[in-house]
């Protein structure tokens, strides 16, 4: 596993050969959430696992914007990971838009397309995660001395312990004290935009594009699909039973499984 940073984007790579994949993960995450899928996949695929802007340890922006961020990662593999030739692409939530908005706009760098739990559309439930973001707000990092406390302070307002962990990854220690790695107080500001869909005109990525949602989320309806079908025309969707939206880490081994099958089926 190596890192490396063009750019504002860090990223991992995992792997030394095989099909090249690319991870986009979503909002509060960092690229090593798909680790543990990266390891599973190898050594058939050499992944790279990107920390979004204002995520992980990517460089932190002044306005949430789709375009833009499909830009930055376009121009981050160009200069590495594709640089030989296009790759798969696998997003989930937020990093599923931005992968969407990545072929759209960049096809030449996009072979095959996975969209984890997340649809081409605005709108949908933003309540959860206006709640984690104000929550993690919340926590007075003057006060914390080590990781427990802010857990401690963070169990007040969010019960499950497994959703702490995953929120409390970018918290960072510095110096004496702890900082946040994340740019909440965009995120939190910009949560409508990182919501919604960008205008991609009359764009349409025609090649091989997987669906992957959960049974139990509402992120992906029958309503989405006049308009999953119009920009990716060549669209499958597969439904995994007893997951909600994380789909990747709720039902790893069956995650793991279409993925192997969808990107077998696009090797080149």
Do not use: C
Request: charged fraction near 20%.
């Amino acid at each position: 596993m190596s890192s490396s940073a063009s750019g504002t984007l860090s990223s991992t790579t995992v792997g030394e050969s095989g099909i090249p994949v690319v991870f986009l993960h979503g909002l509060f995450g960092q690229g090593r959430n798909f680790a543990q899928v990266a390891k599973a996949l190898a050594p058939e695929h050499r992944s790279l696992l990107v920390d979004l802007p204002d995520h992980g340890r990517s460089g932190w922006t002044d306005r949430f914007d789709y375009a833009a961020s499909a830009d930055l990662v376009a121009d981050h593999l160009r200069s590495g990971f594709a640089g030989d030739g296009p790759v798969h692409v696998v997003g989930h939530s937020m990093g599923g838009k931005v992968a969407m908005v990545l072929a759209l706009r960049h096809p030449e760098v996009v072979d095959g397309l996975v969209v984890a739990d997340i649809a081409p559309a605005s709108g949908g439930s933003l309540g959860e995660f206006a709640h984690l973001l104000d929550s993690l707000a919340a926590i007075d990092l003057a006060t914390v001395t080590r990781r427990g406390d802010a857990d401690e302070q963070l169990a007040q307002r969010v019960d499950d312990a497994r959703v702490r962990g995953f929120l409390l990854q970018n918290l960072r220690a510095d110096g004496d004290g702890f900082r946040w790695q994340a740019n909440l107080d965009l995120l939190r500001r910009e949560l409508p935009a990182i919501g919604a869909f960008p205008d991609v005109g009359d764009a349409v990525f025609d090649h091989p594009v997987l669906w992957v949602a959960g049974d139990r989320s509402d992120y992906v309806r029958p309503e989405h699909g006049p308009q999953m079908r119009r920009l990716f025309p060549r669209t499958t969707l597969v439904t995994l039973k007893g997951s909600g939206h994380w789909v990747h880490s709720e039902q790893p081994e069956a995650f793991v499984s279409v993925l192997r099958t969808f990107l077998g089926t696009q090797a080149r």
